[in-house]
Nanobody, 124 residues
Framework: QVHLVESGGGLVQAGGSLRLSCAAS????????MAWFRQLGGKEREFVAA????????AYPDSVKGRFTISKDNAKNTVYLQMNNLIANESGVYYC?????????????????WGQGAQVTVSS
């Protein structure tokens, strides 16, 4: 059985940093493209970052490029999201997900496994 468990969420002031972790069990992350998504307020889930199975390729939307960094430690079977210079309107639930095929797609429907989410609250 596959489990993705996020941790590291919490409260941070605008301009601050957080690092989210996503520990995987039941699947080998080196075989999967992984991604982080977020759901802010009542909005749809949006793509935040992706990393290839080999960890050599990453992708970000313009909204977080230069501030967020995704990484993967295949030995620990864990994916990370380092978030710097957080903005107040980035409060929401952050999810990690494993792609059904390939990597880098921004469509949530392309992801087969999801974590339960980690709450991030950015105070202004």
């Amino acid at each position: 059985q596959v489990h993705l468990v996020e941790s590291g969420g919490g409260l941070v002031q605008a301009g601050g940093s957080l690092r989210l972790s996503c520990a995987a069990s039941g699947l080998t992350l080196s075989n999967y493209g992984m991604a982080w998504f977020r759901q802010l307020g009542g909005k749809e889930r949006e793509f935040v970052a992706a990393v290839s199975g080999s960890s050599q390729l990453t992708a970000y939307p313009d909204s977080v490029k230069g501030r967020f960094t995704i990484s993967k430690d295949n030995a620990k079977n864990t994916v990370y999201l380092q978030m710097n210079n957080l903005i107040a309107n980035e409060s929401g639930v952050y999810y990690c997900a494993a792609a059904r095929y390939g990597w880098g797609t921004r469509d949530p429907e392309a992801y087969v496994y999801w974590g339960q989410g980690a709450q991030v609250t950015v105070s202004s």
